[in-house]
């Protein structure tokens, strides 16, 4: 059965370039990004490992942490870190699971057999301290994902999990954001009495962020 969002991310033990990985004690009170690779020594995800090791000081000011995975086992994985580092200028710094039993892969629906009957298609899943899956994203093999992407849409989950906001198109860290229409108005002139908000149509009233 597919995972929801709001369903609990299950939870596995699983081995890793970083040793053994129990996937719910790993997270602990932090967020996490668990993404799948199709295959080791892939073009597409060789760049993909490299952005997210670049990036890592971005998740880590998020409280968040990453881990990939691939289908391959780990002495496939411990050959294609030292081509990430070669030819992305970036050396892995995070985990990446070995999945060569497809446990995982499995677990999260990873494989999509139309698509290709062994290899996971690149799945994105962002999970909360929780344990609850928040967002899941999936791309075909044949495109790299946008992690710049990924990371917005994290700052807006951190963000509404802890303010009775909600986030606009296009919207970025900074920018203004929308009171949720479930929040009447007596209610929002006390929540957003510090720094105000507009009212553009009943339905739609803007605040600048709250915790800016």
Same mark, same amino acid.
């Given at each position: 059965m597919s995972l929801r969002l709001g369903d609990t991310a299950p939870d596995f033990e699983q081995d890793s370039t970083d040793g053994k990985i129990k996937f719910h004690d790993w997270i602990g *009170?932090?967020?996490?990004?668990? !993404?799948?690779?199709?295959?080791? !020594?892939?073009?597409?995800c060789t760049?993909?490992?490299?952005?997210?090791?670049?990036?890592?000081?971005e998740f880590d000011k998020r409280n968040t942490k990453?881990?990939?995975l691939s289908v391959d086992g780990l002495k496939e994985h411990q050959g294609w870190i030292g081509d990430i580092k070669e030819t992305q200028g970036h050396a892995l710094n995070f985990p990446l699971l070995a999945d060569a039993d497809r446990k995982v892969s499995e677990l999260y629906d990873m494989i999509h057999p139309n698509t290709d009957a062994t290899a996971t298609v690149r799945s994105v899943f962002i999970?909360?301290?929780?344990?609850?899956?928040?967002?899941?994203i999936t791309y075909p093999m044949s495109t790299g994902r946008n992690f710049d992407e990924i990371i917005r849409v994290l700052?807006?989950?951190?963000?509404?999990? *802890? !303010?009775?906001?909600?986030?606009?198109? *296009?919207?970025?860290?900074?920018?203004?954001?929308?009171?949720?229409?479930?929040i009447p108005d007596a209610e929002a002139d006390k929540l957003f009495a510090a720094k105000g908000y507009k009212k553009i149509k009943p339905y739609l009233r803007i605040t600048p962020q709250p915790n800016k």
């Open positions: *009170n932090s967020w996490a990004i668990l !993404f799948s690779h199709p295959k080791d !020594f892939t073009p597409v760049t993909e490992l490299g952005e997210v090791a670049r990036l890592k000081p990453v881990i990939g999970i909360g301290p929780d344990k609850k899956v928040k967002l899941q700052d807006s989950l951190q963000l509404t999990a *802890n !303010f009775k906001v909600a986030t606009p198109v *296009n919207w970025r860290d900074g920018d203004d954001c929308i009171i949720p229409p479930s």
